[in-house]
T-cell receptor
């Protein structure tokens, strides 16, 4: 079946612009996670959704970062006023309720010029 | 708080040799432990997981890992390396909250020499 789908796969934008990253989880997966992977910081948790609610936003690095999830499915991660330190690969993962194993998408590689 | 330490950012083995990737964790609650593999320009693929029960866990592609509570370790092994095993490997822990969020180690790049 279809895995976690992320778009775009690559995004290049200028400093100060806003960007939106999309994640389409595996059908039926109620839990959705965003992570960031960068050379300096490794893999970091950003936010967790259960359904449309985000009970854990503790990893969002600043108020420029926000995320939403609608219909218990697709999620969008938005970064406002991008900075060069936002350059990273943003990974989305999903899992079935009660299953600890997370299934990852291929990520969006974000480059800020 | 939870944390993961992977010993060795780069490991090189010959094809056919034993693979041993080291992972130590810290957790104040019973941990769930994972190994993921990442190939270039791809996401993470789950190799194996430990939740409860049997401490020797078998995963895909011939990998296995043993949970040793007394040593707070979860080392990954494979008896015989294959060229296709060359990738980056991440150890991760969860369990400190109901969110299931993963805390990752810094990763180990495995090189397999012919």
């Amino acid at each position: 079946g279809a895995g976690v789908s992320q778009s775009p796969s690559n995004k290049v934008t200028e400093k100060g612009k806003d960007v939106e990253l999309r994640c389409d989880p595996i059908s039926g997966h109620t839990a959705l996670y965003w992570y960031r992977q960068s050379l300096g910081q490794g893999l970091e948790f950003l936010i967790y959704f259960q359904g449309n609610s985000a009970p854990d936003k503790s990893g969002l690095p600043s108020d420029r970062f926000s995320a939403e999830r609608t219909g218990g499915s697709v999620s969008t991660l938005t970064i406002q006023r991008t900075q060069q330190e936002d350059s990273a690969v943003y990974l989305c993962a999903s899992s079935l309720k009660g299953d600890v194993a997370q299934h990852f998408g291929d990520g969006t590689r974000l480059s800020i010029l | 708080a939870q944390s993961v330490t992977q010993l060795g950012s780069h490991v090189s083995v010959s094809e056919g040799a034993l693979v041993l990737l080291r992972c130590n964790y810290s957790s104040s609650v019973p941990p769930y432990l994972f190994w993921y593999v990442q190939y270039p320009n791809q996401g993470l693929q789950l190799l194996l997981k430990y939740t409860t029960g049997a401490t020797l866990v078998k995963g895909i592609n011939g990998f296995e890992a043993e949970f040793k509570k007394s040593e707070t370790s979860f080392h990954l092994t494979k008896p015989s390396a294959h060229m296709s095993d060359a990738a980056e490997y991440f150890c991760a822990v969860s369990g400190s909250s109901n969110t299931g969020k993963l805390i990752f180690g810094q990763g180990t790049t495995l090189q397999v020499k012919p």
